[in-house]
Every structure is written in structure tokens, then in C-alpha cells.
């Protein structure tokens, strides 16, 4: 049995579940009093979990444009998520609605940066159970944007 592979999973799971309970309660005007760097560390501990999971699971051969295809959208992903990060300066609430650099194309590039990223690394790296537990984690990250896209129509009504 691959520990490995299973408390990575574990990991990443409670980085997840504690991320979209926090989502939903702000979504659900609960505030959660909460230190930010808590917050942070709990993201950072679903991060760990994931990069472990990549770590410990066996690599299964698949053909080399899957592969390459990977790392192109690995590197897509880090590019689009890095000028997310950069644009914003940092993962804080802002008091007003960001539209210049990258926001002006793309409305939440560090959202769709994570999705590409748990698509291409494990691809790349030819980690398929990692890749699956994708299904698992990318349709969290789509309700947390839909979640920040309602609370951005409610704080930003006429220029959202």
C-alpha cells in the first residue's frame, strides 16, 4: 500500500475542505474569524498534500505528446497564475475590482492557473492517479470562483 500517495491525498483533501468551508461561509455572509496566515497555512498544508500524492505515486508510461502536452500547459498554468499573483500583489481581499494586466482578460487567473496545473504537472510527470484526483479537486475550485463571482457582482455592481 503507497502511504505515500494516501496521507498526500488526505492532506490535500482537509486543505481543500477547510478552503470552500471558509468559501461558503463568506459566500453565506458567516464570517469566520480566522487569522489570514491560518487560512494561508491550511491552503499551503492542501499544496503539500497534493505535491506528496505526485511524489509517491508510480509513474504509468503514456505516449510523449500526452506528456509534452503536460508541460505545455504546466508552464501555461504557472504563467497565468504567477501574473494573477503579480496583478493582484498577493491573495488578499481588494477594495476594488481589478481589471488591468491579466484581470482584463481573464477574470480569475489564479483559479483557472490551479485547474491547468493539476491537469499538466501529473500528465507531464505521467502520474495518472493524480491526474484523476483532479475530478475531485477542480470542481471545488469552480464553485469557489462561482462563489467570488457573486459576492464580485454584489461589492462591484456597475463595473463588474
Known amino acids: 500500500m503507497n502511504y505515500g500517495l494516501i496521507i498526500g491525498f488526505i492532506l490535500c483533501l482537509i486543505g481543500y475542505a477547510v478552503h470552500t468551508i471558509i468559501h461558503y461561509n463568506e459566500h453565506n455572509n458567516k464570517k469566520i474569524n480566522i487569522p489570514h496566515s491560518l487560512f494561508e497555512s491550511l491552503i499551503t498544508l492542501g499544496w503539500i498534500g497534493w505535491f506528496l500524492m505526485l511524489f509517491f505515486e508510480a ?3 503514456v505516449p ?3 506528456s ?3 508541460l ?3 508552464l501555461i498554468s504557472l504563467i497565468i497564475g504567477f501574473l494573477g499573483v503579480i496583478t493582484k500583489k498577493g491573495f488578499r481581499r ?3 475590482l481589478i481589471t488591468k494586466s491579466i484581470y482584463s482578460n481573464i477574470r480569475h487567473p489564479m ?3 490551479l485547474i491547468l ?3 499538466g504537472l501529473p500528465l507531464s510527470l505521467e502520474k495518472i492517479l493524480t491526474l484523476l484526483s483532479g475530478l475531485f479537486w477542480i470542481p471545488q475550485i469552480l464553485l469557489w470562483k462561482h462563489w ?3 459576492e464580485l457582482i454584489k461589492r462591484f455592481k456597475k463595473k463588474v
Do not use: A, R
Open 59 to 61: 509513474s504509468i508510461e
Open 64 to 66: 510523449t505528446l500526452l
Open 68 to 70: 509534452v502536452t503536460g
Open 72 to 74: 505545455l500547459i504546466t
Open 94 to 96: 481588494e477594495d476594488e
Open 111 to 113: 483559479y483557472l492557473g
Open 117 to 119: 496545473i493539476y491537469i
Open 148 to 150: 467570488e463571482e457573486k
